[in-house]
C-alpha cells in the first residue's frame, strides 16, 4: 500500500504523468527502457534492459525502434485521471 500512496504522491508533481498500461499490451512486456533525448543535434540514446543484461546505444535505428515501442505502449495506457482512479481503487482494496 506504501508503493500506491507513493504513486498517487509523486503523480501531483507537475512533471510526472501516470499512465497505467493494459496487461494486454505486448509491447510493455519486452523489458525496461529509457530514452535519452540528447542536446545539440547528438544522436538519441536508448538504455535497453533484458532478463540477461543491459544494454545502451546511440545506434539510430535502435533509438527509432525505442521510440516505436514507446508509442505502441502509450497507445495501450489508460488515461492519466482513469489510471490515478484505478490507482485508488487498488489502494481501497488493500485497506
Do not use: N
Amino acid at each position: 500500500m506504501e508503493q500506491l500512496d507513493y504513486l498517487l504522491q509523486f503523480g501531483q508533481h507537475p512533471t510526472v504523468f501516470l499512465q497505467l498500461v493494459d496487461p494486454r499490451c505486448l509491447a510493455g512486456l519486452s523489458g525496461g527502457f529509457m530514452i535519452a533525448e540528447m542536446p545539440d543535434g547528438e544522436p538519441d540514446t536508448i538504455h535497453a534492459d533484458s532478463s540477461a543484461e543491459g544494454q545502451v546505444s546511440d545506434r539510430p535505428d535502435l533509438a527509432v525502434s525505442m521510440w516505436d515501442r514507446y508509442e505502441a505502449i502509450r497507445l495501450w495506457a489508460y488515461p492519466e485521471q482513469v489510471s490515478t482512479q484505478m490507482i485508488k481503487e487498488a489502494r481501497q482494496e488493500w485497506t
